[in-house]
Antibody
């Protein structure tokens, strides 16, 4: 069974940092690009980042560029989202998602909450 | 950046109705568009990829069409389980943003 499990969420103050992890199983992780998507309370889906299979190509959404960094460890079947200088409007559920061959997101993790509040 | 405009933002339907949701891209994205369904408190679920291909396991009452800049998600004979929010997403280029969502509720 293909599974994605996020961890690392929590409550932090503005300006602080947090790292999310996404552990994958049930597929050839080292061949697949991975994304992060977030959803603020009561809002729609917002794409956050992509990392390709090798980690050599990464892209970010405008609202997180320069503050968030995505990395991966193919030996541990894991992808990470390092979030720095967090803002109140970064508060959201963060999902990791696996890319289907053509680029759509066919498997999603259950999501992990991040709350940024003073 | 590719902007997606999804309409309507909400709609009401009765069980058995045919429903259509539109998604317009600000530039040609060929067929690189997906549709997702999300129910409250649940994870988004891929319905359609490459504009018109049905994800395995998704009921055949769901269909997608379009190419270039105009796309449509159609639900034939809406079922009680279909009342949810639907999002389009382009993956032609980065950022691969989502549409604003369409909430489908019971009339």
């Amino acid at each position: 069974e293909v599974k994605l499990i996020e961890s690392g969420g929590g409550v932090v103050q503005p300006g602080e940092s947090l790292t999310l992890s996404c552990s994958a199983s049930g597929f050839n992780f080292n061949l697949v690009s991975m994304h992060w998507v977030r959803q603020a309370p009561g809002k729609g889906l917002e794409w956050v980042s992509l990392i390709d299979w090798s980690g050599g190509t990464r892209h970010y959404g405008h609202s997180v560029r320069g503050r968030f960094t995505t990395t991966r460890d193919n030996t541990k079947n894991s992808v990470f989202l390092h979030m720095a200088n967090l803002r109140v409007n970064d508060t959201a559920i963060y999902f990791c998602a696996k890319v289907r061959r053509s680029g759509s997101f066919d498997v999603w993790g259950h999501g992990v909450p991040v709350t940024v509040s003073s | 950046d590719v902007q997606l405009t999804q309409v309507p933002a909400s709609l009401s339907a009765s069980v058995g109705d045919r429903v259509t949701i539109s998604c317009r891209a600000s530039q040609n994205i060929n067929h690189w568009l997906a549709w997702y369904q999300q129910k409250p408190g649940q994870v988004p679920k891929l319905l359609i990829y490459e504009a018109s291909k049905l994800q395995p396991g998704v009921p055949s009452r769901f269909s997608g069409s379009g190419d270039g800049t105009e796309f449509t998600l159609t639900i034939n004979r809406v079922q009680p389980d279909d009342f949810a929010t639907y999002y389009c997403q382009q993956y032609f280029g980065f950022p691969c943003d989502f549409g604003q969502g369409t909430k489908l509720d019971i009339k």
